[in-house]
């Protein structure tokens, strides 16, 4: 397992610093003034150096100032994070409540009514854009109960009530999307795995069909699932993206969205590259936390 | 044991089988797979209204008409007029064709070329193979929502810049299943033959690699295309997708639609039903296809 590690994690050293190259060349291909705004002044001249000294401020959490406030980027993003870190975490405890019941459902009874409703219903969260899902759901307590969610975040051990009245929602519509990929993937590891021989000897053996289904293949076709809950990160990145512009909530997404519009590059430069960062540590995270559970993948 | 003249018998018989027509390999998939034909419909009702939208469309959907702001669904506009008295209708018709255009184009792209780099990777090996590895590595450390995002913040809001901005983080996704298809192909006895027979390295790629990842890749492709349409609304609704006037569902949904919800809720719901329905038949379509051409899903 150590060597394992050892080798996991150097290999997210050239990959890291290749997506801070790859940031850094999209953000130097914009049109001449912004470029000159950004890096002008404190590097100048020859593109390796800018990037030299652009790297050394990230290894030393410096991201620069934001074009838009003056502020540092760094402290700017720091005050939205608790916000979508909640939002990110409720979602997905949201759509494994929902996913793993409906996918083992759907998979126990393959071709059935149950199978192609359960089907549909996670085909549909994959179809409907979350941001709609968004503009529905507040539609909806508009026009029927007048009633629009608290501007102002409060975070949840200052008042619960008035944070879960304005994270309810956004959870709601970004947890179903999300439980609509991990269903689908629950659905189908659970049907390879009920296939195997060993299933079939718990059958033969008289076993009950709870006991079959969780006891044996629910169990081994855990891991694919918690390896989706982990890489579909990705998944849950885009919707906070959406969901918080619809919500107007003052998340990381939705400081994305609006340093792109003002065009304040530094930031959507230092963001892109801190989810990106982000996204690579979830997924090691990820990879380990299978290497532990199934030794094959270690030894390969 | 087979006699000769029994062998002999069932390669006649196995030539005089006949061989499915289109037409039996469809109905065929319609009586086995009845969610993939639902969706096979909705393609080909989207295809309909994109291809023949000048005929099928009641009116211009550039031109609005300021008397007729917001005016509710009624039999001269089946789905009302948005907030320039243009009529909905039309201009979900039109907004088939940027759907399908930037989906067809994207997801084709984007495959194509992940294809392409993952035979390379595959058949080359060596420093190749590891050179796009890393790459891939780098292109995947972004979700692909946020680099779209950030490719299309530079490129600037145009239907073509959406194609490019979505099909560059489709390339890593497809070249590592291709590659992995390609790899196991690769490893076969009969490929290792026909290199012993002297057959040109060129040879070995176009008849026996490519065939058989033909059947990954079209996967890939059916499931990018519906990724795609809900990748370019939700460009297009962050303003950074196609420009107004240009009649785009996610633009529809986009700036003024919530912000006129109570007064005329018809503007954003049509849209969204829209993107929702289109692709939700992809991916009806491209699930049925997955379970049709992967052997380890079909039932038995």
């Given at each position: 397992m150590g060597t394992y590690v050892a080798k996991r994690l150097l290999l997210i050293v050239p990959t890291l610093i290749g997506a801070a190259a790859l940031v850094f060349v999209i953000m130097r291909v914009i049109p001449g003034d912004v470029a000159l705004l950004i890096f002008g002044?404190?590097?100048?001249?020859q593109i390796d150096v800018q990037f030299g000294s652009w790297f050394w401020g990230i290894l030393r959490f410096d991201f620069g100032n934001s074009?838009?406030?003056?502020?540092p980027v760094i402290e700017e993003m720091l005050v939205r994070l608790p916000l979508s870190l909640e939002l990110a975490t409720a979602a997905t405890v949201v759509s494994v409540i929902i996913a793993i019941p409906l996918g083992m459902l759907a998979a126990i009874r393959q071709d059935s009514w149950v199978d192609y409703l359960v089907r549909i219903v996670s085909i549909g969260g994959l179809a409907i854009p979350s941001f709609w899902v968004g503009i529905l759901c507040i539609l909806m307590l508009v026009i029927f109960f007048g009633w629009g969610p608290p501007l102002e975040f409060t975070p949840p051990w200052v008042d619960p009530w008035a944070n879960f009245q304005m994270m309810v929602w956004p959870v709601l519509t970004v947890g179903y999307r999300y439980a609509a990929v991990t269903t689908r993937m629950t659905r189908s590891t659970l049907l390879e795995v009920l296939r195997e021989d060993y299933i079939r000897t718990a059958w033969a053996k008289g076993l009950r069909e709870r006991a079959v289904v969780v006891r044996h293949a629910l169990k081994n076709s855990m891991l694919p699932v918690i390896t989706l809950v982990g890489t579909e990160f990705a998944f849950l990145i885009g919707g906070l993206v959406v969901t918080e512009t619809v919500f107007t909530l003052n998340g990381v997404g939705r400081f994305v969205v609006d340093a792109v519009a003002h065009r304040d590059y530094p930031v959507v430069q230092a963001l892109i590259f801190l989810i990106a960062f982000g996204f690579v540590v979830i997924n090691l995270l990820v990879d380990l936390t299978y290497a532990w559970f199934d030794p094959r993948i270690r030894y390969r | 044991m087979a006699t000769n003249i029994e062998l002999a018998h069932a390669t006649a018989s196995a030539t005089l089988a006949p061989k499915p027509t289109a037409a039996g390999v469809a109905m065929r998939f319609v009586r086995t797979k009845p969610l993939g034909a639902a969706g096979a419909v909705i393609i080909l009702g989207m295809l309909a209204l994109a291809v023949f939208a000048e005929l099928l469309a009641?009116?211009?959907?550039y031109v609005g008409d300021y008397g007729l702001?917001?005016?509710?669904?009624?039999?001269?506009h089946w789905f009302g007029t948005d907030e320039f008295g243009r009529d909905v209708l039309s201009r979900i018709m039109y907004g088939a064709r940027i759907a399908l255009f930037v989906g067809f184009f994207a997801s084709f792209i984007g495959c194509t070329l992940g294809a392409l780099l993952g035979v390379v990777s595959a058949f080359w090996g060596g420093t190749v193979d590891l050179l796009l590895e890393r790459l891939m590595d780098i292109l995947l450390a972004f979700p692909q929502l946020i680099l779209a995002l950030a490719i299309a913040s530079i490129l600037g809001p145009a239907v073509q810049n959406v194609v490019i901005a979505i099909s560059i983080p489709v390339i890593p996704r497809v070249a590592r299943v291709v590659r992995a298809a390609a790899m196991s192909v690769k490893e076969n006895v009969y490929v290792e033959a026909v290199q012993a027979l002297g057959a040109s390295r060129r040879r070995v790629i176009l008849q026996h690699i490519i065939p058989n990842v033909t059947a990954p890749y079209i996967i890939m492709v059916t499931a990018q295309l519906g990724a795609a349409i809900l990748a370019e609304a939700a460009l297009s609704y962050l303003g950074?997708?196609?420009?107004?006037?240009?009649?785009?569902w996610g633009l529809m949904l986009s700036g003024s639609a919530p912000s006129y919800a109570e007064k005329a809720p018809w503007i954003a719901l049509f849209p969204g039903i829209a993107i929702s329905l289109g692709v939700f038949g992809f991916n009806l379509f491209g699930d049925s296809l997955r379970d049709a051409l992967d052997p380890k899903l079909r039932k038995g």
């Open positions: 002044g404190e590097a100048g001249g074009l838009w406030t003056g502020r | 009641p009116y211009d959907p702001q917001f005016a509710r669904p009624s039999a001269e950074l997708g196609a420009a107004e006037p240009t009649p785009s």
